[in-house]
């Protein structure tokens, strides 16, 4: 999709390279909990590094409020950045303005800048032009690797897009190019496995993937809307009322395209989502009254492992039950461990718990892709436009 339009072709010696990053880790006391997206930022660093680049980070951390706050500084993430590419980064406390500049006025080629948290700017979520113009003031050259963030039309993802010469670093353009490709040509059968909590959340993703899937798994709390629009009862499990109409429209189209849709048909059930619930496995038309579904039950598991197990393609985004919780992690694991184990198949996962699921059970390694844009791989996928992607296409 970038060919020309990512850094790989450009040469880059000499030049300030002013890279948006997604640096937004989870924090806790001040230190790095989960260093996973400084490593998927690393290709894109080390090229950059490697061809003797003046480079210059740039990453949003947490929702300060367009102002200062120690809590969300970007500080302690230098020594992570550090520690990954074994080379000195110099942090400056500012993002733009003279000490950013003068900081950037004395890097020598090979150099690693790191800039502080771009939303404390208020221009930065308003996409000012002002402050698109100072942080291109910065630069030669800009490329964003934050796919992350791609969805969000501010100034270090769009604005600056119309000062600077810009370019896909390589983790965004390899998110883009996996999900497309996975749409557009899967080795079938294509199976999406989709669960979590909200189908409101998802609804246009499951929409998109009817068109191109040939089975569609659905597990998770998003579920038992569709099972009412089936017309069972389900207990106190999670339900969205007025979902229940585009749901019975989902069901429809799933048949009109001759999608195999696969709901759970059975059910780990409880009264309450804590650790020390008392459980009871039901079949789907057996649900209590006053009890929910938290996980897909056994012969649910075998079936959906099932269709894992002859899938060419995958595509796994929400877990499929409860899975923060022992009791309701089975389903999840089962499915994960499946995805996992099909190693002739194209495996991508999505979401943020997904991800979190997958890691639990430590599986990362065995898929082919884990992505890391929550927000932004499913609005992809729906088929919605993602500004920081129109904006690199366009510049
Ligand atoms: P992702 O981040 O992977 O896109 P979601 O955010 O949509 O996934 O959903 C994850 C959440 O869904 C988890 O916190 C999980 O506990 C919850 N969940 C899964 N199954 C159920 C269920 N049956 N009832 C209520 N919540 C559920
Ligand atoms: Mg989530």
Not at 93 to 107: I, K, L, Q, W, Y
């Amino acid at each position: 999709m970038f060919e020309k339009k990512t850094i790989r072709n450009v040469d880059v010696r000499g030049k300030r390279v002013l890279v948006r990053v997604d640096f937004n880790v989870p924090l806790a006391e001040g230190a790095v909990t989960d260093d996973t997206r400084v490593r998927a930022a690393l290709p894109t660093i080390r090229h950059l590094v490697d061809n003797g680049a003046r480079v210059i980070l740039l990453s949003h951390l947490g929702r300060p409020k367009g102002e200062r706050d120690p809590e969300y500084s970007l500080r302690p993430v230098r020594r992570v950045v550090q520690r990954l590419i074994g080379r000195n980064v110099v942090f400056i406390d500012s993002t733009v303005g003279p000490e950013a500049e003068e900081a950037v006025g004395r890097m020598v080629d090979g150099e690693i800048l790191m800039l502080e948290n771009v939303r404390f700017s208020p221009g930065e979520k308003t996409n000012d032009p002002e402050f698109s113009k100072q942080l291109a003031a910065l630069a030669d050259i800009y490329v964003n690797d934050a796919f992350g963030a791609a969805h969000r039309a501010h100034a270090s993802t769009v604005g600056v897009t119309h000062y600077l010469p810009a370019y896909a670093g390589m983790l965004l353009a390899r998110e883009v190019e996996t999900l497309t490709e996975m749409l557009a040509h899967p080795d079938r059968p294509f199976v999406a496995i989709l669960g979590g909590s909200k189908v409101s959340d998802k609804f246009g993703v499951i929409d998109r993937l009817l068109e191109c899937v040939d089975t569609l798994v659905i597990g998770g709390g998003m579920c038992f809307t569709l099972l009412v629009a089936k017309g069972l009862d389900v207990g106190k499990s999670l339900v969205e009322e007025e979902w229940i109409e585009p749901a019975k429209k989902m069901l429809t189209k799933a048949t009109e395209r001759g999608v195999d849709l696969m709901l759970p048909v059975d059910f780990v059930v409880a009264d309450a989502i804590a650790e020390d619930a008392e459980t009871k496995i039901v079949g789907r038309e057996e649900i209590p009254a006053d009890m929910m579904g938290l996980d897909i039950g056994p012969t649910s598991v075998e079936l959906f492992k099932g269709a894992v197990t002859s899938a060419k393609t995958i595509f796994w985004n929400g877990p499929m039950g409860v899975f923060e919780l022992t009791p309701f992690e089975h389903g999840t694991r089962e499915v994960a461990m499946a995805v996992a184990r099909n190693n002739r198949a194209v495996s991508v996962i999505g979401g943020g718990d997904s991800v979190a699921a997958v890691r639990k059970f430590g599986l990362e390694q065995r898929v082919t892709f884990v992505s890391t844009g929550g927000g932004a791989s499913m609005k992809l996928l729906e088929g919605s436009e993602l500004p920081g992607l129109e904006a690199l296409l366009d510049n």
